[in-house]
């Protein structure tokens, strides 16, 4: 099966503190690969050390089978890769449409950002109910489906979601998960950074457990889903 994503030997340090050492991650074409554990495992700075976001100590990032390491976030981008990212980090002072007009800038002619745009809006019916709203007027579930619909105005083949059901009501949750299910039937490749470790596991192909920036464990839902060291990285917290 082809490789969408490939981490190997990741290490990324602030200062003298090493936030993740030594990780090894895989995501399959077209597959899930859960990334979990507790609060300051290193799940957010390892997607930012994917993403170009962030200096990498040492180790190697392949994407699509091209070495990527230490490459720049537009080159990054350019390569089919985009993030929705903790907290959503929507532009509040914006409506929905302009959040939606900025992230599609870098998408060809204003045409084609345009067709993307209206897609979108069509995808996500509440987004074009709201497209006049300031964007953070919207509900924690809707603003989360305005940050998933910004990442695929780039029409990404990886796609790096970083804990999208934080603070979502659990209708909401259930609506994100299945969006997530139907991106990964389209073929696009997914990094999925979870702390509801339950549903994760529900939808993902492959998991990977971070526990204080190293792996604990790695394998299938199956076997991960009442290994000790799930559970361990989630006490620890």
Do not use: W
């Not at 390892?46 to 390491?69: E, K, R």
């Amino acid at each position: 099966m082809d490789t969408a994503l490939s981490i190997s030997g990741l290490t990324v340090r602030y200062g003298a503190i090493e936030a993740v050492q030594s990780i090894d991650l895989t995501v399959t074409e077209g597959g899930i690969t859960a990334l979990l554990g507790a609060n300051g495992a290193g799940k957010t700075t390892t997607c930012m050390a994917i993403t170009g976001t962030l200096g990498i100590t040492a180790g190697t990032v392949s994407i699509f089978n091209h070495d990527m390491t230490g490459a720049t976030p537009d080159k990054i981008i350019r390569a089919g890769v985009a993030i929705s990212p903790e907290g959503r980090r929507i532009f509040a002072s914006l409506t929905v449409e302009e959040n939606l007009v900025l992230a599609g800038s870098a998408a060809g002619t204003q045409e084609t950002a345009k067709q993307r745009r209206l897609a979108l809006m069509d995808r996500f019916p509440i987004l074009g109910e709201r497209r006049r709203q300031l964007a953070g007027l919207l509900s924690g579930g809707e603003q989360q489906m305005l940050a998933v619909a910004r990442a695929l105005m780039s029409e990404p083949r990886l796609l790096l979601m970083d804990e999208p059901s934080l603070g979502l009501a659990p209708q909401m949750v259930d609506q994100i998960f299945t969006i997530i299910e139907e991106l990964r039937n389209e073929g696009i490749s997914i990094l999925l950074v979870e702390q509801n470790a339950t549903l994760a596991l529900e939808v993902a192909d492959h998991a990977v457990v971070l526990a204080n920036g190293s792996v604990a464990a790695a394998g299938s839902p199956l076997e991960l889903a009442d290994n000790p060291a799930l559970k361990s990285a989630y006490l620890a917290a």
